[in-house]
């Protein structure tokens, strides 16, 4: 299927696609019938001379099913989006990889744990902008805010996530091929918002052994 979309580098990307394409083919065809109703109405019931204007109460059959078509739509949507909802923001599965994300105006600032796997400990290491993932591995992210509301965003991986103040969140993701991918804010946090931007390495298992190995020379 051809896609104007980013490419889907993550585990749960395909679903995410697959409710983008349901809901945006239903809306496509919603305002295709609308729009074409609407000229087909402006033609017939336009102004003719010698013709009266009538009154109409309305019909109640009609009225009662386009309210309940879209009703019963939306309803088997939610049923549809519930489990990828359960699964992208409910049920992280179990991971030993863990990093810290702070957003900050404007920038992201990134903690590791270090070989250690505790963050606060002597061996954490700090990053601005750039995180370094490894390929096919789940990633807990702890998402936090210095200031404002921003907005963690990595459009390849289907992952949107406000970053709140006074709150920790988890996010997590699985990157399904190795590259280098594009890290906004997706939240207006102020005058700089645009320029606020970062980079995820999503390297493979030699990459990321030689980038831990220079990060952590003493390991």
Known sequence: MMSW???NVSTF????DYLFYVI???TGAVFILVTALMVLFLIMYRRREGRRAIYSHGNTALEITWTVIPAVILVVLSFMSASTW?????HAPPSDFQIQVTAKQFNWEIVYPGPDGKFGTADDRQAENDIHVPVNKTVHV??????VIHSFFLPNLRVKQDAVPGRDILVWFEATKAGKYELPCAELCGFGHSGM????????PEQFAQWAKETWPQS
Do not use: F, H, N, T
């Not at 702890?142 to 200031?147: C, E, G, T, V």
């Not at 931007?197 to 493979?204: A, I, K, M, N, T």
């Open 5 to 7: 979309l980013p490419e």
């Open 13 to 16: 990307g395909g679903e995410i």
């Open 24 to 26: 945006y083919y239903i």
């Open 86 to 90: 359960a699964k992208v923001k409910r």
């Open 142 to 147: 702890i998402l936090k805010s210095k200031d």
């Open 197 to 204: 931007r970062g980079w995820l390495y999503v390297d493979s």
